[in-house]
């Protein structure tokens, strides 16, 4: 079964504005990890955030986690159109993934 | 080491043929996972090995799926009797225990359809 759970599934926005994209996992974790794809592409490592930390920083990237809730969150701040690609959440004890959230950030 | 590749990167089949792909990690990692990846979703977890030892395989895979590390370094994943439902790609990645994370890296993949 999957582990890591993205939604929305699609997101749909304007260069420069924030995009936000939600995670929810079932069992406990170490960690969690975010990915991205671009179209045709491989998975490309973005972030972790280990199972002690609320919060982590990398670039234009956010990312929260919240243990007690199961879910993590990623915000990409001041979004480009090279951003557009698909992002995937994957706890790292099990590295399975959801079926992502496909970003569109239109020029 | 220009990180995780793969070979071939497309192969056409016809069904019923058996097909192998190969997967040369990042030369210090000693994990390696394999990944299913159909259009629009996101990857199916197949098998992984830490070293030579195959640790865990998919119960979605079935009896055809068979995958190997000899000597702990390259993975081979063989499909016998390919269908067309087996059409998607696959995914290699490696990844090295580092502070009790493990950060996957991935190849590129290998495109298979099956005719």
């Known amino acids: 079964s999957q582990q890591g759970e993205e939604d929305p599934q699609a997101l749909s926005i304007q260069e420069g504005e924030n995009a936000t994209m939600n995670c929810s996992y079932k069992t406990s974790i170490n960690n969690l990890q975010w990915y991205r794809q671009n179209s045709g592409r491989g998975l490309v490592h973005l972030i972790l955030?280990?199972?002690?930390?609320r919060e982590k920083h990398s670039g234009r990237l956010r990312v929260t986690l919240d243990t007690s809730k199961k879910s993590s969150s990623l915000l990409i701040t001041a979004s480009r159109a090279a951003d557009t690609a698909s992002y995937f959440c994957a706890t790292a004890s099990d590295m399975r993934f959801g079926a992502g959230t496909r970003l569109t950030v239109k020029p | 080491d220009t990180g995780v590749s793969q070979d071939p990167r497309h192969k056409i089949t016809k069904r019923g043929q058996n097909v192998t792909f190969r997967c040369d990690p990042i030369s210090e990692h000693n994990r390696l996972y394999w990944y299913r990846q159909t259009l629009g979703q996101g990857p199916e977890f197949l098998t992984y090995f830490q070293n030579e030892a195959q640790l865990e395989k998919s119960r979605l895979l079935s009896d055809r799926f068979s995958a190997e590390r000899p000597k702990g370094s390259f993975s081979t994943l063989e499909i016998q009797r390919t269908e067309q439902g087996d059409s998607a790609m696959y995914l290699c990645?490696?990844?090295?225990?580092?502070?009790?994370?493990?950060?996957?890296?991935f190849g590129p993949g290998t495109r298979l359809t099956v005719t």
């Open positions: 955030i280990r199972s002690n930390e």
């Open positions: 990645a490696s990844s090295f225990r580092f502070d009790s994370s493990y950060e996957q890296y």
